[in-house]
């Protein structure tokens, strides 16, 4: 399965937007972005996912770079409760399985 | 709509006995699939099961075994528990092998002493 790399931390303040990157150089064709975040002492929660265009739901907004190497989740105003895990993932959408492969992900914290 | 629950949310075992961790899947939810997440890591695919059947393992010992039922509700067993054993366990469920979300329960603790 591909890799994805995410920087460890990233820090934003309350109510700005915060763009969290991802790397992904040996995506396929058939993968798709997937991410997830967890907040602390709970399970990860879907975000967004795409696969070639940018997406935008009522949560983020991602965007994906033409060559599909890298990607962006895009929060357009920070809050308090978006401090959490964030994890990029590429899942295979032409296979038969539907495991998420997690790396460590990045972690937000959001200053009042 | 209820969404995934899991059960005990708290457990604490010895070496070397058997534990049962239960999921209820999102109702309508055909897949379910287990996760370990070690303290400070991201969770780890155990396996998963499609409409009672096991879809896919990752790399962990036969000791880690599960059952689906027609409910869709799933258990995860875990034979002689050692300690790295200890994580927070998670299942998910979704609407097919290759849906795009997949939704998770709040976890079981797992501590083995």
């Known amino acids: 399965d591909a890799k994805t790399t995410q920087p460890n931390s990233m820090e934003s303040n309350e109510e700005e937007p915060v763009h969290l990157p991802c790397n992904h150089s040996?995506?396929?064709?058939?993968?798709?972005i997937h991410w997830y975040r967890q907040l602390p002492s709970q399970g990860p929660e879907y975000v967004i996912h795409?696969?070639?265009s940018n997406v935008n739901n009522r949560m983020a907004s991602l965007a994906i770079a033409e060559d599909r190497k890298s990607s962006t989740l895009i929060l357009h105003r920070a809050t308090l409760r978006d401090a959490a895990v964030y994890y990029c993932?590429?899942?295979?959408?032409?296979?038969?399985?539907?495991?998420?492969?997690f790396g460590k992900g990045t972690k937000l914290s959001v200053k009042p | 709509e209820t969404g995934v629950t899991q059960s005990p949310t708290h457990l604490i075992k010895t070496r070397g006995q058997q534990v049962t961790l239960r999921c209820s899947s999102q109702?309508?939810?055909?897949?379910v699939s287990w996760y370990q997440q070690a303290l400070g890591q991201g969770p780890q695919f155990i396996f998963q099961?499609?409409?009672?059947?096991?879809?896919g393992r990752g790399n962990f010992p036969p000791r880690f075994s599960g059952l689906q039922f027609p409910n869709y509700s799933s258990e995860l067993n875990v034979n002689a528990l050692e300690l790295d054993d200890s994580a927070l366990y998670l299942c998910?469920?979704?609407?097919?092998?290759?849906?795009?979300?997949?939704?998770f329960g709040p976890g079981t603790r797992l501590t083995v002493t």
């Open positions: 795409g696969l070639t």
């Open positions: 099961y499609y409409r009672e059947e096991e879809n």
């Open positions: 998910a469920s979704s609407l097919g092998v290759a849906a795009g979300e997949q939704y």
């Open positions: 109702s309508g939810h055909n897949t």
């Open positions: 993932i590429l899942r295979d959408g032409g296979g038969s399985q539907g495991n998420l492969i």
């Open positions: 040996t995506i396929s064709g058939t993968d798709y």
